[in-house]
Nanobody, 119 residues
């Protein structure tokens, strides 16, 4: 099982980034894919999640209206479009996969990608 997150970088406040999570080694359509983040000195928190089987989505209150999660099942890839970024969004972002739905725990984790938002 592999989950490869990419797309992080340095961006100014108000800017945008799109993260990608490429998955392999499991039946993508049966799993939910979630994005999590961990800022320095803080606990990891859930950011967003999408269930590949029914397309249902979840967003943390802190990112609602700014972030959009989507899934390309043909490419086994989930995207996180992040707009109107603020310095508080600075963190390492991880993607993870869980069966069978976002409301369940994550089974597989990938390495993170660093997002830095400058003020």
């Amino acid at each position: 099982v592999q989950l490869q997150a990419s797309g992080g970088g340095l961006v100014q406040a108000g800017g945008s980034l799109r993260l990608s999570c490429a998955a392999s080694g499991f039946t993508f359509d049966d799993y939910a894919i979630g994005w999590f983040r961990q800022a320095p000195g803080k606990e990891r928190e859930g950011v967003s999640c999408i269930s590949s089987n029914d397309g249902s989505t979840y967003y943390a209150d802190s990112v609602k209206g700014r972030f959009t999660i989507s899934s390309d099942n043909a490419k086994n890839t989930v995207y996180l479009q992040m707009n109107s970024l603020i310095p508080e969004d600075t963190a390492v972002y991880y993607c993870a996969a869980g069966w069978p739905h976002c409301s369940y725990g994550m089974d597989y984790w990938g390495k993170g990608t660093l997002v830095t938002v400058s003020s």
